[in-house]
């Protein structure tokens, strides 16, 4: 039997990375997609294991090639996730999570109506603002531009079957786990 996609969403800096963590942790069956992007590597991330770090040149040949899924723009770099990540791994009865912006959960959504999606949400638009800041990693411009864009994200919300509220970690994570739990 094919496993299950999770496609979880929602804006930048709201904390997707850290809740993603926590429920593979709870629930180790699950295994995560690896998505490629065209930034550059944060400190630590590692090629293959955090994204596939690909040219623009090599981007635009896999997208001509069809090899994504799904494929978006955000915040002037490109993301998307490899068709190959996922057809293995559900082919073979795993169930995989897709870290995804909202317009690739978007083209998901189209393409496989099956897949779970959730939005993780932050609790306020300051919140977000604060936790941008803090991760240290963007300009004042890149976190005003990520803003701007959390705006229209948090306006689709209403477009998933599951909205997470990012307020205090330890219950965002009961929430994720608990809606994981009962779609598998």
């Known amino acids: 039997m094919p496993g299950k996609v999770f496609v979880i969403t929602g804006p930048s800096g709201v904390g997707k990375g850290t809740l993603i963590r926590t429920l593979l942790e709870r629930v180790p069956e699950l295994e995560l997609a690896v998505s490629a992007t065209t930034r550059a590597p944060r400190p630590g991330e590692e090629h293959g294991t955090h994204y596939h770090f690909l040219d623009d040149v090599e981007f635009d040949r896999r ?8 494929h978006a723009e955000y915040s002037g770099r490109r993301y998307g996730t490899l068709r190959s990540e996922l057809d293995k791994r559900t082919a073979e009865g795993a169930s995989v999570v897709l870290e995804i912006e909202v317009q690739g959960a978007r083209q998901v959504a189209d393409t496989m109506p099956d ?5 993780i ?5 300051e919140t977000l603002r604060t936790r941008l800041i803090g991760r240290g990693t963007d ?5 005003e531009a990520r803003l701007q864009v959390a705006k229209a994200e948090l306006a689709a919300s209403d477009e998933f079957a599951h909205v997470v509220h990012n307020d205090r970690l330890d219950d965002a994570a009961d929430q994720l786990e608990q809606i994981v739990r009962a779609s598998a």
């Open 121 to 125: 949400a932050p609790p306020s638009e």
């Open 63 to 70: 997208v001509i090639e069809g090899d994504f899924l799904e």
């Open 115 to 119: 897949a779970i999606r959730i939005f």
């Open 139 to 143: 300009t004042p411009e890149q976190i």
